[in-house]
Protein backbone atom coordinates (compact mmCIF):
# COMPACT_ATOMS: atom_id res chain seq x y z
CA UNK A 1 0.00 0.00 0.00
CA UNK A 2 1.23 3.43 -0.87
CA UNK A 3 0.31 6.83 0.82
CA UNK A 4 0.58 10.12 -0.65
CA UNK A 5 1.29 13.04 0.89
CA UNK A 6 0.89 16.13 -1.43
CA UNK A 7 -0.27 19.64 0.75
CA UNK A 8 -0.76 22.72 -1.30
CA UNK A 9 -3.66 24.36 0.51
CA UNK A 10 -1.58 25.41 3.84
CA UNK A 11 1.31 27.30 1.55
CA UNK A 12 0.24 30.45 1.24
CA UNK A 13 3.57 31.85 -0.06
CA UNK A 14 3.37 29.56 -3.26
CA UNK A 15 2.10 31.17 -6.23
CA UNK A 16 -0.82 30.05 -9.02
CA UNK A 17 -1.67 27.52 -6.02
CA UNK A 18 -4.79 26.90 -7.55
CA UNK A 19 -2.83 25.42 -10.53
CA UNK A 20 -1.09 22.49 -8.37
CA UNK A 21 -4.19 21.85 -6.87
CA UNK A 22 -5.37 20.83 -10.09
CA UNK A 23 -2.40 19.13 -10.87
CA UNK A 24 -2.40 17.08 -7.99
CA UNK A 25 -6.71 16.45 -8.66
CA UNK A 26 -5.67 15.04 -12.13
CA UNK A 27 -2.86 13.17 -10.22
CA UNK A 28 -5.42 11.60 -8.08
CA UNK A 29 -8.47 10.89 -11.03
CA UNK A 30 -5.75 9.19 -13.26
CA UNK A 31 -4.29 6.91 -10.83
CA UNK A 32 -7.56 5.92 -9.03
CA UNK A 33 -6.78 7.11 -5.67
CA UNK A 34 -9.18 7.11 -2.79
CA UNK A 35 -9.68 10.48 -0.33
CA UNK A 36 -9.42 8.61 2.91
CA UNK A 37 -12.69 10.05 5.01
CA UNK A 38 -12.09 11.25 8.24
CA UNK A 39 -14.69 9.44 10.86
CA UNK A 40 -14.47 12.09 13.63
CA UNK A 41 -14.81 15.30 12.35
CA UNK A 42 -13.49 17.35 8.73
CA UNK A 43 -11.55 20.10 9.34
CA UNK A 44 -7.95 19.67 10.67
CA UNK A 45 -6.74 23.48 10.81
CA UNK A 46 -8.76 26.29 12.29
CA UNK A 47 -7.45 30.26 12.70
CA UNK A 48 -8.94 30.25 16.10
CA UNK A 49 -10.91 33.84 15.54
CA UNK A 50 -14.75 34.13 16.55
CA UNK A 51 -17.82 34.88 14.40
CA UNK A 52 -17.31 35.75 10.34
CA UNK A 53 -13.56 36.03 11.09
CA UNK A 54 -13.48 31.94 11.74
CA UNK A 55 -11.87 29.91 8.90
CA UNK A 56 -11.48 26.25 9.02
CA UNK A 57 -9.41 24.45 6.56
CA UNK A 58 -8.82 20.30 5.81
CA UNK A 59 -5.21 20.31 5.36
CA UNK A 60 -4.34 16.98 5.17
CA UNK A 61 -5.50 14.04 3.69
CA UNK A 62 -4.81 9.93 3.39
CA UNK A 63 -4.74 8.34 -0.01
CA UNK A 64 -4.73 4.90 -1.03
CA UNK A 65 -5.22 3.21 -4.46
CA UNK A 66 -8.71 1.76 -5.06
CA UNK A 67 -7.30 -1.66 -5.70
CA UNK A 68 -6.06 -2.06 -2.21
CA UNK A 69 -9.57 -1.39 -1.14
CA UNK A 70 -9.84 -4.88 0.07
CA UNK A 71 -6.88 -5.58 1.17
CA UNK A 72 -7.82 -2.98 4.24
CA UNK A 73 -11.85 -3.43 4.46
CA UNK A 74 -11.62 -1.51 7.86
CA UNK A 75 -9.22 1.23 7.35
CA UNK A 76 -10.13 4.72 8.41
CA UNK A 77 -8.47 7.60 9.47
CA UNK A 78 -8.98 10.30 12.93
CA UNK A 79 -8.50 13.56 13.67
CA UNK A 80 -6.54 14.06 16.73
CA UNK A 81 -7.36 17.02 18.72
CA UNK A 82 -4.25 19.50 19.59
CA UNK A 83 -5.15 21.84 22.09
CA UNK A 84 -2.60 24.48 22.41
CA UNK A 85 -2.04 24.38 18.63
CA UNK A 86 -4.31 25.28 15.46
CA UNK A 87 -3.34 22.42 13.19
CA UNK A 88 -4.67 19.05 14.25
CA UNK A 89 -2.99 15.44 13.44
CA UNK A 90 -4.69 12.90 11.65
CA UNK A 91 -3.79 9.14 12.19
CA UNK A 92 -4.51 6.09 10.40
CA UNK A 93 -6.27 3.13 11.88
CA UNK A 94 -5.64 0.10 9.89
CA UNK A 95 -8.28 -1.80 12.11
CA UNK A 96 -10.75 0.52 12.34
CA UNK A 97 -13.72 0.91 15.00
CA UNK A 98 -16.09 -1.56 15.93
CA UNK A 99 -19.46 -1.65 13.70
CA UNK A 100 -22.75 -0.06 14.39
CA UNK A 101 -24.77 -0.38 11.10
CA UNK A 102 -27.98 -2.06 10.15
CA UNK A 103 -27.11 -4.13 7.12
CA UNK A 104 -26.39 -7.80 8.34
CA UNK A 105 -22.88 -8.30 6.30
CA UNK A 106 -21.54 -5.09 8.17
CA UNK A 107 -18.24 -5.18 6.09
CA UNK A 108 -20.17 -4.45 2.78
CA UNK A 109 -21.27 -0.74 4.13
CA UNK A 110 -18.27 -0.13 6.26
CA UNK A 111 -16.05 -0.95 2.78
CA UNK A 112 -18.41 1.57 0.80
CA UNK A 113 -18.55 4.38 3.54
CA UNK A 114 -15.41 4.22 4.39
CA UNK A 115 -14.29 6.04 1.73
CA UNK A 116 -14.56 9.87 0.00
CA UNK A 117 -16.31 9.81 -2.90
CA UNK A 118 -15.82 13.71 -3.20
CA UNK A 119 -12.57 13.55 -5.20
CA UNK A 120 -13.36 10.26 -7.26
CA UNK A 121 -14.20 10.43 -10.79
CA UNK A 122 -16.38 7.44 -12.58
CA UNK A 123 -13.46 5.54 -13.63
CA UNK A 124 -12.44 5.76 -9.99
CA UNK A 125 -15.85 5.10 -8.61
CA UNK A 126 -15.94 2.02 -10.97
CA UNK A 127 -12.80 0.56 -9.86
CA UNK A 128 -13.93 0.63 -6.14
CA UNK A 129 -17.32 -0.62 -6.83
CA UNK A 130 -16.17 -3.61 -8.34
CA UNK A 131 -13.19 -4.35 -5.78
CA UNK A 132 -15.72 -3.90 -3.08
CA UNK A 133 -18.94 -5.88 -5.16
CA UNK A 134 -15.79 -8.84 -5.99
CA UNK A 135 -15.17 -9.52 -2.33
CA UNK A 136 -18.45 -10.75 -1.36
CA UNK A 137 -18.10 -14.46 0.49
CA UNK A 138 -18.90 -16.89 -2.62
CA UNK A 139 -19.38 -19.55 -0.27
CA UNK A 140 -22.64 -18.14 1.44
CA UNK A 141 -24.41 -17.20 -1.64
CA UNK A 142 -22.80 -20.66 -3.15
CA UNK A 143 -25.29 -22.40 -0.47
CA UNK A 144 -28.33 -19.91 0.55
CA UNK A 145 -30.64 -18.37 -1.65
CA UNK A 146 -30.46 -14.68 -0.57
CA UNK A 147 -33.78 -12.73 0.87
CA UNK A 148 -34.89 -10.61 -1.65
CA UNK A 149 -34.61 -7.53 0.80
CA UNK A 150 -31.00 -7.66 1.53
CA UNK A 151 -29.87 -7.88 -2.09
CA UNK A 152 -32.08 -4.72 -2.70
CA UNK A 153 -29.70 -3.43 0.28
CA UNK A 154 -26.97 -4.01 -1.36
CA UNK A 155 -27.98 -2.30 -4.66
CA UNK A 156 -29.11 0.59 -2.91
CA UNK A 157 -25.85 1.16 -0.96
CA UNK A 158 -23.69 0.82 -4.42
CA UNK A 159 -26.03 2.72 -6.39
CA UNK A 160 -25.67 5.86 -3.92
CA UNK A 161 -21.54 5.58 -4.24
CA UNK A 162 -22.17 5.39 -8.31
CA UNK A 163 -25.03 8.24 -8.29
CA UNK A 164 -23.28 10.56 -5.42
CA UNK A 165 -21.24 13.63 -6.63
CA UNK A 166 -20.93 15.06 -3.05
CA UNK A 167 -20.81 13.48 0.65
CA UNK A 168 -23.25 16.11 1.98
CA UNK A 169 -25.97 16.03 -0.75
CA UNK A 170 -28.51 13.30 -1.62
CA UNK A 171 -27.69 10.75 -4.83
CA UNK A 172 -30.34 11.00 -7.93
CA UNK A 173 -30.30 7.67 -9.77
CA UNK A 174 -30.73 8.62 -13.30
CA UNK A 175 -31.41 5.27 -14.15
CA UNK A 176 -31.95 1.72 -12.46
CA UNK A 177 -28.78 -0.12 -11.04
CA UNK A 178 -30.15 -3.27 -13.07
CA UNK A 179 -29.16 -1.10 -16.05
CA UNK A 180 -26.19 -0.34 -14.99
CA UNK A 181 -25.09 -4.12 -14.51
CA UNK A 182 -25.48 -5.25 -18.31
CA UNK A 183 -22.02 -5.64 -20.44
CA UNK A 184 -19.86 -2.94 -21.36
CA UNK A 185 -20.04 -4.30 -24.81
CA UNK A 186 -23.58 -3.14 -25.16
CA UNK A 187 -23.17 0.80 -23.98
CA UNK A 188 -23.52 -0.34 -19.55
CA UNK A 189 -20.75 -0.45 -16.92
CA UNK A 190 -20.62 -4.29 -16.33
CA UNK A 191 -21.77 -4.34 -12.29
CA UNK A 192 -22.12 -7.28 -10.94
CA UNK A 193 -25.79 -8.26 -10.32
CA UNK A 194 -25.92 -9.52 -7.07
CA UNK A 195 -29.16 -11.30 -7.28
CA UNK A 196 -27.61 -13.15 -11.06
CA UNK A 197 -24.75 -14.00 -9.33
CA UNK A 198 -26.25 -15.41 -6.30
CA UNK A 199 -28.12 -17.76 -8.81
CA UNK A 200 -25.14 -18.41 -11.06
CA UNK A 201 -23.42 -20.03 -8.01
CA UNK A 202 -26.42 -21.97 -6.69
CA UNK A 203 -26.86 -23.01 -10.34
CA UNK A 204 -23.32 -25.00 -10.53
CA UNK A 205 -24.32 -26.90 -7.57
CA UNK A 206 -27.17 -28.09 -9.43
CA UNK A 207 -24.77 -28.72 -12.01
CA UNK A 208 -22.62 -31.03 -9.55
CA UNK A 209 -25.73 -32.93 -8.40
CA UNK A 210 -26.76 -33.54 -11.98
CA UNK A 211 -22.98 -34.67 -13.12
CA UNK A 212 -21.61 -36.73 -10.27
CA UNK A 213 -23.77 -39.00 -9.22
CA UNK A 214 -20.84 -40.50 -7.10
CA UNK A 215 -20.32 -38.12 -4.67
CA UNK A 216 -21.48 -38.00 -0.89
CA UNK A 217 -23.17 -35.12 -1.27
CA UNK A 218 -25.37 -36.32 -3.81
CA UNK A 219 -26.21 -39.36 -2.34
CA UNK A 220 -27.23 -37.25 1.03
CA UNK A 221 -29.45 -34.69 -1.04
CA UNK A 222 -30.99 -37.44 -3.34
CA UNK A 223 -32.16 -39.53 -0.03
CA UNK A 224 -33.76 -36.41 1.45
CA UNK A 225 -34.96 -34.23 -1.62
CA UNK A 226 -35.71 -36.48 -4.50
CA UNK A 227 -34.99 -40.48 -3.85
CA UNK A 228 -36.81 -41.71 -7.41
CA UNK A 229 -36.30 -38.39 -9.27
CA UNK A 230 -33.74 -36.18 -10.54
CA UNK A 231 -32.50 -32.94 -8.76
CA UNK A 232 -34.61 -30.84 -11.46
CA UNK A 233 -38.03 -32.38 -9.83
CA UNK A 234 -36.64 -32.29 -5.88
CA UNK A 235 -39.21 -31.55 -3.73
CA UNK A 236 -39.76 -28.67 -1.20
Known sequence: ????????????RLENKKA?????????????????????????WVNNREGDALVKERLDHFIISAND????????????RQVNWDHDAILLDMEGCKLKVE???????????S??????????????????IQSI???????????????????????QVWWTSNEKSRSWAMMAWKQLCYPKGIG??????????????????????ANFKDTLCFRVL??????????FNAKR
Open 188 to 209: SMGFMDIYMFNLALLGRQVWRL
Open 103 to 113: LRDHRFRFRVN
Open 137 to 159: PTYTFSVFLAPKGIIEELHSITS
Open 115 to 132: WSKRLLSYGGKEVLLKAI
Open 222 to 231: SAKYFPERDV
Open 1 to 12: MKIFCWNCHGVE
Open 20 to 44: LMDDFNEVVNELSLIDLKTSNGWFT
Open 69 to 80: VHKFPFIETKVI
